[in-house]
């Protein structure tokens, strides 16, 4: 008996990156402008409870619930004062970030949700609950903003 083979194209799967991978057969000009920034910071992790928040540590800074089953679902940051707009920075909650330099774990995209005690500076916050047993400090962390 023979099978045909199926007209679905094979996609190749890469892991991710930032800035995106340009193909190698590009034919068009790319502007200078084009690239998305990056900044480097450093990047923790912190569980919605009282000594790493405030008072009410289900609830993020821009008024978001966390799920207190699985916080880690929900793929938020805090980002230090001195990057948020509020303070004159140029990211503000709801915008997307582009994390790299972590793990293949925590790198990825994520949400802003909330924000830092303000005696931290260009750094990230990664939210996840006690039981996702993640714990550390990572430098040279690279975001990027997303349009």
């Avoid at 409870?49 to 540590?57: F, I, L, N, V, Y």
């Avoid at 994520?110 to 609950?129: E, P, S, T």
Wanted: net charge neutral.
């Amino acid at each position: 008996m023979l099978k045909a083979e199926s007209p679905a194209p094979k996609i190749e799967e890469k892991p991710l990156s930032w800035p995106p991978e340009e193909p190698a057969n590009n034919t068009y000009p790319v502007s200078e402008s084009s690239t998305t920034p990056t900044l480097t910071v450093k990047a923790s992790v912190y569980h919605p409870e009282p000594g790493q928040t405030d008072s009410t540590p289900y609830i993020t800074a821009d008024g978001s619930r966390i799920n207190k089953h699985n916080p880690k679902k929900h793929r938020w940051i805090a980002v230090s004062r001195d990057l948020h707009s509020k303070w004159g920075g140029s990211i503000e909650f709801g915008d997307s970030l582009w994390v790299t330099g972590i793990s293949e774990e925590l790198d990825g995209l994520y949400v802003v949700r909330d924000v830092m005690n303000r005696r931290m500076h260009k750094q990230i916050d990664i939210l996840v609950g006690r039981k996702d047993r993640v714990m550390g400090l990572w430098k040279n962390v690279q975001i990027a903003k997303l349009d």
